[in-house]
């Protein structure tokens, strides 16, 4: 790993460890950090057909290799799609590439993005940091692990109204301190 995609890999830790772990923006993130069970791939492609290669690559990974070695894969784009929308475009793109190629109902591509704008919400409006972060990525999820997650939460409905009612809570100057790697 270059210097450069080693910067990238250690700013997707940090953002892990204090923001979706930290803050316990997802509840079922820390046993598979902790257990070196997410994979991260860095990768400067910016062209969507190399994109969904690797895409279709990662998927490929997780339906040959066991939950207990890989649960799940983040691929960072740090150089991809600097524009939320056209980053949203292509997710539409890769739900109907799960489709496709067989992957509907094994895996879902959650994503998150440093200006991720929820429908309905405003560009500054704080729940839009729930799914913010250093760079375009594309979280590939197990269904079947995501469900029993699901399944074994007190209150799996509740986790964004609770993510929400945190950031809510802060700050402007908390904000731009657990946030910092975004630009204010």
């Known amino acids: ?28 993130a820390r046993k598979p950090f ?13 062209e969507e057909d190399a994109i969904l290669e690797l895409v279709l690559t990662e998927l490929i990974r997780l339906e040959e290799t066991e939950a207990s070695e890989i649960e799940t894969t983040l691929i960072v784009l740090p ?31 959650a994503s998150f993005h440093p200006a991720y704008q929820f429908a309905g919400t405003e560009t500054d409006d704080v729940e839009n940091y729930t799914n913010r972060a250093p760079y375009p990525i594309l979280h590939l999820l197990r269904e079947e692990s995501l469900s029993s997650a699901l399944d074994h939460h007190p209150d799996p409905d509740g986790i964004p109204d609770k993510n929400i009612r945190y950031l809510k809570s802060l700050s402007e100057a908390q904000l731009k301190t657990y946030f910092s790697y975004l630009s204010h």
């Not at 902790?34 to 910016?46: A, F, K, L, M, P």
């Not at 799609?81 to 109907?96: A, C, E, K, M």
Request: aromatic share 14%.
């Open 1 to 28: 790993m270059n210097s450069l995609h080693e910067s990238y890999h250690e700013n997707v830790i940090d953002w892990l460890k204090k923001i979706v772990i930290g803050l316990n923006f997802c509840p079922f």
């Open 34 to 46: 902790e257990s070196n069970q997410v994979r991260i791939i860095c990768d400067e492609i910016t």
């Open 79 to 109: 150089k991809a799609y600097p524009d939320f929308h056209d980053f949203n475009s292509l997710l539409f793109v890769l739900n109907n590439v799960l489709g496709l190629e067989g992957f509907e109902g094994m895996f879902q591509i």
